[in-house]
Structure formats: C-alpha cells, structure tokens
C-alpha cells in the first residue's frame, strides 16, 4: 500500500493522491506530513524521506472539495449498488464490483430535449450527479426510456453531488484501508452520510 490521504487544512479528507504526488506537494510545501508509514523510506541518490501515508493542505481549498463527476464517482457514491433493487454484484473475493452496474439516466435522455432536466422544480444536467445513478442491468432494460414513475419503480435515495467522503470511499472498494488513515476517518455512520 502506497497511496496517501490528503487532507484539507481542517483535517477533512479529500481523496487518495499517489505517492509521487504526495512527495511533490511536500517538496514545494503545499502539504504538511501527519503520518508516515513506519516500516518504509523512499531513497533518493541524495536523500531519505519518510514514506508519507497522510499529508495536509496547508491552505484551505475550496476547489479541491468538488468530487468529479464521472462513471466512477457515481459508483463510489451510490456505495456501488443499483439504486432501484439494491443489487450490489461483488467479486469472488467480495469487493464491490461496478463493472457490472450500467449507469442510468433518472429521466431518460429521450424526455430530454435541450441536454438539462427538470427535477423537483429545478433544472439540471441530463449527464450529471442529480440525474444520473448506478444501476443493474435488469433494471436498467426494464426502465427503458421511461422516468421511475412511469416504470412504476422507486429509487433507494435523491441523487446528489457527493461529498468528499464518497470519493475517499471510491479508493476502499479497491484497496485495503492502511492503519495510518483511520485516525483521519470518520465511522461507517459518517461515511455513508450524504
Ligand atoms: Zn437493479
């Protein structure tokens, strides 16, 4: 395990940074080392440096709080389970597996005619976080090209923006969580709030 944890300068997290990367803002100082692993250095020609686990922004950042959206994002956020039947397909050594979900539309590009959908009074990206969920492939051929209520289906929760713990989540589904990070990490009852 040698990714890192950035944190905010509040300590919230922010996502999972490679090392290299985490070396490269230590080097110019954008972040602080809160914790390193302890069975490992990394070695240069001219020096040895602790192998960061946690490091900290040291300037509050707004921007970096916004969680991309793309197809991965949306898995992490819907805690890679079909948010109509509540189907979540695993591996054999029971990680989430997303490869199996589809992404759907809540309502569907063909009720859309200008690329943005009305929801609850509002407007919103027909491709984006409030309009788009994880979803099995069953559900999604039964959908079809109809909103929930015209299919007579119900989804688990109102799609929204994810927060920054969603991203954090997205790098468990695919790794273990090292013992540097717990200190940094909310329980499960804060992990999986909206
Ligand atoms: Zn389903």
Known sequence: MAEVLLLNSDYSPIRVVSWERAITMLLSEKVSLVAQYADRVIRSPSTTLPWPAVVMLKAYSKMQNRVRFNRANV???????????????????????????????????????????????????????????????????????????????????????????????????RAVIPNEWSDFLPGDDVVLRR
Request: hydrophobic share 35%.
């Open 75 to 173: 898995m992490a956020r819907d805690l890679f389970r079909c948010q109509y039947c509540g189907l979540a397909p695993k591996t054999r050594e029971g990680r989430p597996q997303p490869g199996a979900l589809t992404l759907d539309h809540v309502v569907p590009r063909a009720q859309s005619r200008d690329g943005t959908v009305v929801i609850q009074g509002r407007r919103f990206p027909l491709t984006g976080w409030e309009n788009v969920v994880a979803c099995c492939k069953d559900c999604n051929r039964k959908k079809a090209a109809r909103t929930p209520e015209q299919a007579g289906m119900r989804l688990l929760a109102v799609p929204r923006r994810p927060s920054p713990w969603d991203a954090v989540r997205l790098a468990f589904g």
